[in-house]
């Protein structure tokens, strides 16, 4: 496994330059995580690794599964990595030992997203067909689980203002839920052919959504449409939020574009020209105020950091 820095000393007029690139993973990249120092990746080579997140060099953390990973989350109140399997296993590794704690098999297809909710203490999985589980972080008590009947939930985003769970799911609809007795409180059409991320401004008050459509859509809570943005030519697999002004969108079509605002210009489009993935674009992970991560199917994972002119 191994990394490689760059070497270009030219500073570019563009907000984020390519810091350094890991070649740790032999199948594509699927999942990032952060912790205090390290952060996480699980891959199609069924490997789950650990990396220094100020250097990207490995250490001596790394799990091997039976099959590949598409989510994992660190929950940093208890140093408990949360695996999610694609035959639905969840599993639960102490990062400090390496041990793995538990295993549970409630979900029976793949697990796709993982979310937490500090305030609650409760972590959210979202699997293949549908079904969205709720755990408690500090006992491994599962909460509920519940079918939504709508495919594969492919994204899930909790915002801690609104003390709601937003849910993509793959049937086109956004579904909100209140946190406190989880009950759904709007549910709307918001993409064609499925919702492949979500995330929530709270400045704004406003949710944006990616889909297999290729386009950003605007929502307001109630349900109502803002704006649809032609922003990719394929799947956009993840939305962040860098800064309250400045938000990032990555997709199928190997790009990585930050925009200003929300989601109201391009400031900066990263490819392979520009030292980006050759491949699709699966995940994205903030790390700090100027760097963030991305993973693809080019089995890399790239760290981009903001330019200081």
């Not at 849910?167 to 709307?188: M, V």
Request: glycine share 8%; proline share 1%; with cysteine.
């Amino acid at each position: 496994m191994g990394m490689l820095k760059t070497t270009n000393d030219d500073i570019e007029s563009v907000p984020y330059r390519h810091n350094y690139t890991i070649n740790g993973h032999i199948a594509s990249v699927y999942s990032l995580t952060a912790g205090p120092s390290h952060f996480y990746s699980s891959s199609g080579d069924r490997y789950v690794a650990r990396w220094d997140r100020y250097s990207g060099v490995q250490d001596q953390f790394v799990i091997k599964l039976d099959l590949p990973s598409y989510a994992i989350k660190f929950i940093e109140s208890n140093g408990v990595l949360v695996v999610g399997a694609s035959d639905g296993k969840l599993y639960l590794f102490d990062t400090k030992s390496k041990k793995e704690l538990k295993c549970f098999t409630q979900h029976k297809s793949a697990i796709f997203s993982i979310e937490e909710n500090k305030d609650n203490k409760h972590l959210y999985v979202g699997d293949e067909e549908g079904y969205l589980s709720i755990w408690n972080t500090l006992t491994w008590e599962l909460q509920m689980i519940v079918n939504l009947n709508c495919g594969k939930i492919r994204s899930l985003h909790y915002s801690s203002a609104k003390k709601m769970l937003f849910i993509g799911k793959q049937n086109g609809e956004i579904s909100i839920f209140e946190t406190d007795y989880y009950n759904e409180i709007k549910c709307f059409r918001a993409h064609k052919n499925g919702v492949s991320s979500i995330i929530y401004c709270q400045e704004r008050g406003v949710i944006a959504s990616g889909g297999n459509d290729a386009y950003i859509r605007l929502w307001t809570c109630d349900g109502e449409a803002i704006k649809a943005i032609p922003a990719h030519n394929y799947t956009i697999y993840s939305l962040i939020s860098l800064s309250n002004d400045l938000f990032l969108s990555a997709s199928r079509d190997k790009s990585i574009k930050v925009w200003s605002g929300f989601y109201d210009q391009v400031i900066q489009k990263i490819d392979a020209k520009s030292n980006g993935h050759s491949y699709s674009v699966n995940t994205l992970l903030k790390l700090n105020d100027i760097e963030f991560l991305s993973g693809g199917d080019d089995k890399k994972i790239i760290c981009f950091k903001k330019s200081i002119v």
